[in-house]
């Protein structure tokens, strides 16, 4: 474990997290990037090592632009079979590496993201750790014309959605769509749950990343870097 003073910021537990996931990059490689402010940080951390990977899968049009302001090169998933390692923030985990994502609208590329990394390596502030996930509303991907279907969907299981704002207006995703944020769920199943919310028609992408979980959690506490695994 480094160690931090008891006295630094989330914004710097963020900074720490960041620099210390590039003992997961492997020279040579392509990097699976995340989105969010903790990711940010990890990507000013990767421009610092830049000569030494070929370059970057990303999450999201803004990582994308960070990316490349910093000079590394952004390939796109499909030219990519494999990735070792996708580096990404989580607005809940678990202790078994379960997450809620979405905070930042970028959940269905995050996950596909993830989906072709062979290990996920979350970077987080510790008060993102939780012992049940439900606390943080839960990020839900949905195609606008069944939005309101979706909302009924959840007012069954005790959830209540809103349709996430900006400007006044609906967010739209990167891919087009509109993001529900749920209040008021208990997620004591991550798997069953993810499968159940997945199968619902009109559902792009559930903020459950239970599938595509967290095999290391590197948690930024004010006694320096924990390394969950
Ligand atoms: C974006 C995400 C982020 O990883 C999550 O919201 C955490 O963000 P931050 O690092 O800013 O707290 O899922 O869709």
């Known amino acids: 474990m480094t160690q931090a003073s008891p006295a630094l910021t989330q914004d710097e537990l963020k900074t720490l997290v960041g620099q210390a996931a590039l003992q997961y990059v492997l020279p040579g490689s392509i990097v699976g990037v995340g989105t969010g402010s903790t990711v940010n940080k990890f990507i000013d951390a990767l421009a610092t090592i830049k000569d030494q990977v070929k370059g970057a899968v990303s999450s ?3 990582s994308t632009a960070r990316l490349k302001a910093l000079g590394i090169p952004v390939l796109d998933s499909n030219e990519v079979v494999e990735l070792a390692v996708y580096i990404d923030g989580a607005d809940e985990i678990d202790h078994q590496g379960h997450m809620v994502k979405g905070g930042g609208a970028a959940l269905t590329r995050e996950k596909i993201v993830a989906a072709q990394s062979l290990q996920f390596i979350c ?10 996930l439900g606390q943080f509303p839960l990020p839900v991907e949905v195609i606008p014309m069944a939005a309101k279907r979706v909302v009924r969907q959840f007012a069954a299981l005790g959830g209540v959605a809103t349709i ?3 400007d006044g207006q609906p967010l739209v995703t990167d891919n087009g769509q509109i993001i529900l944020d749920v209040t008021g769920l208990q997620i004591s199943d991550p798997l069953a749950f993810e499968s159940q919310v997945n199968q619902w028609p009109g559902v792009v ?15 930024g506490t004010a006694e320096g870097v924990k390394t969950l695994v």
């Open 60 to 62: 999201s049009e803004a």
């Open 123 to 132: 970077i987080a502030d510790e008060s993102k750790l939780v012992k049940t």
């Open 164 to 166: 996430r704002l900006k």
């Open 205 to 219: 992408t559930v903020g459950v990343f239970a599938y595509q979980k967290a095999q290391v959690c590197l948690l």
